[in-house]
């Protein structure tokens, strides 16, 4: 292989310093002799339209994270029905093309955490924040005919989100309701979760030795993300848990 370059993939968002993709990805490589690497592109919103084209064209396959799901849709040739079907935004491209697993990885780790059955029959549901991650769960949640209230503090909301859904932007109004679950797609780690009655606390972020379940769902995400570039589904072993300290 001298001489040859490695073929490149990425993850391209903002405050990602932490993220555990590269190791996660970088060992599949190695444990599939794949001649690759992954590494994570930091960018700035301020410098996203004119850097990610240039990313685009110098990447095999890309990851997207917040703030960059919904955006990155107006460079792409074609998006997939995994990004349509369920409005909201693109986590993996490969050769132009946009797809979604974040509904897959989060059903997955609903089932791996044995609460999918729970999931399924429960009735009102809690999402905290409303970017393109709450877009695509609070959907899911509609179409399977729950009560979904949507609690954010900024004073813009993604106009994708649905008449269906009950806003909420007052959190002292959240103290007197009882939800099945609440799930905290927001960057702030336990966002309310000691002020919001629950019998289930879903919490999308993860930090070094916190986040059972984010680290699930972008586990079982990246899996996907991976079938999508190489066609195969890699092997969630020990060493991967390892990594993931799970």
Excluded at 42 to 60: D, G, H, M, R, T
Excluded at 100 to 119: C, H, Q
Aim: net charge positive; proline share 2%.
């Amino acid at each position: 292989m001298s001489g040859r370059k490695k073929d490149r993939y990425c993850l391209v968002g903002e405050n990602i310093k932490n993220s555990l993709s590269p190791e996660i990805f970088n060992l599949w490589f190695r444990e599939c002799g794949i001649f690759s690497e992954y590494v994570l592109c930091e960018v700035s919103e301020s410098q996203f339209y004119s850097k990610f084209p240039i990313i685009l064209n110098n990447y095999a396959g890309i990851n997207v994270t917040s703030p960059y799901k919904i955006a990155c849709k107006k460079f792409l040739n074609k998006v997939d029905s995994s990004s349509i079907t369920i409005n909201g935004g693109v986590n993996v491209i490969k050769e132009s093309k946009g797809y979604n697993t974040d509904i897959k990885g989060f059903l997955s780790a609903l089932e791996k955490m044995s609460i999918r059955r729970e999931f399924d029959v429960s009735k009102k549901f809690l999402i905290l924040g409303a970017g393109a991650t709450s877009l695509m769960i609070s959907d899911l949640l509609i179409q399977m005919d729950k009560r979904v209230d949507v609690f954010f503090r900024g004073k813009e909301v993604l106009s994708e989100f649905s008449k269906k859904h009950y806003f909420v932007d007052d959190p002292k109004s959240l103290i007197d309701n009882t939800y099945d679950f609440v799930v905290n797609c927001t960057q702030v780690f336990g966002l309310l979760k000691e002020s919001v009655s629950c019998k289930n606390y879903l919490d999308l972020n993860y930090r070094k030795n916190e986040g059972v379940f984010a680290k699930n769902m972008l586990i079982f995400q990246a899996a996907e993300a991976f079938k999508i570039w190489f066609g195969f589904r890699p092997k969630i072993n020990e060493d991967i848990r390892e990594i993931l300290k799970i």
